[in-house]
């Protein structure tokens, strides 16, 4: 079972935290760093991939807290 990541939005002049799947918002603050911040604290806790979206929704930056092969294969 795949645990749900956290996703970093836009929401109007601010900016949310969702768990993937979630209808409503875990967080919401004045600036992109701060939800950032939480973000990543949520995922560092749950193990799981943080997703940061631009302002046009599109995802930027993805970082991984889960349980990465170390060196990745490939």
Known sequence: MSKASQHVVPKGDRW???KSGAAKA????D????????????????K???YIHGRDGRIRE???????PHPPKG
């Open 31 to 46: 600036t992109q760093k701060q939800a950032v911040r939480r973000a990543t604290e949520l995922a560092m806790n749950q």
């Open 48 to 50: 799981t991939e943080l």
């Open 26 to 29: 875990s967080a919401t603050f």
């Open 16 to 18: 949310s935290v969702y």
């Open 62 to 68: 993805r970082n991984s807290y889960g349980s990465d």
